[in-house]
Every structure is written in C-alpha cells, then in structure tokens.
C-alpha cells in the first residue's frame, strides 16, 4: 500500500500563489500515477491533475490549465501543484492519490492522502 501526506495548504490571497507537496511512502513502486482532487464544502471531489512517475508526463482538468502545474521529484518521492493566480473558487480540500494506471475518476485510486485546506479570499 502506498501511504500519502499533502502539506502546504493555507491561506492565500486572491492573486496568489500556493504550493503543494505530496509525499508517498511505502510500496511506491504499485504506484504508476499520482492525481490530486479537491472537493469545496458542500460539493464532491473533482479531478485536478495528474502526473506519471516514470516519465513526468502531466493530465489537467482543462479549466485549470495554465494556472496549475503538477510535478514531481522521483528521488523525493514527492509530487507538487503548484497553484499561482488563485481565485477564492479555488477554496477547497486538495487530495493526492495514488494510481496504478492513467487515470482522472476517483474510483480509479487506490491509496488517498488525508487532505490539506486550501483558502483563498477575495
């Protein structure tokens, strides 16, 4: 099982700029891509971006193009979002998860991280 931790979540401005970390442990090797999510009160949790261990190749929730960006340090372990220009619609809960394959469903991950808050005000 691959174990997951966010950090870096907090407040931000509008305007501004936050920047995630996901670090996994344990059978990283099961884990082909990690995803991150958000879900905002009161709402489900949605497919932000994707990214693959092996070769880095990134997937993006098209609206969130171009203000996001998804990254990884293989010998860390760790993946990032980088999060510039926020807007307070990006209010929300940010996951990471783990997949064994290419994937943006929720059902498709197999190991989630506990979650960081993310607050943008206006």
């Known amino acids: 099982q691959v174990h997951l931790v966010e950090s870096g979540g907090g407040l931000a401005q509008a305007g501004g700029s936050l920047r995630l970390s996901c670090a996994a442990s344990g059978r990283t090797a099961r884990s082909y891509a990690i995803g991150w999510f958000r879900q905002a009160p009161g709402k489900g949790r949605h497919f932000v971006a994707a990214i693959a261990w092996h070769d880095g190749v990134t997937y993006y929730e098209d609206s969130l193009q171009g203000r996001f960006t998804v990254s990884r340090d293989n010998a860390k372990d760790t993946v990032y979002l980088q999060m510039n220009n926020l807007k307070p619609e990006d209010t929300a809960v940010y996951y990471c998860?783990?997949?064994?394959?290419?994937?943006?469903?929720?059902?498709?991950?197999?190991?989630w991280g506990q979650g960081t808050q993310v607050t943008v005000s206006s």
């Open positions: 998860a783990s997949s064994d394959g290419w994937h943006r469903e929720t059902y498709e991950y197999n190991a």
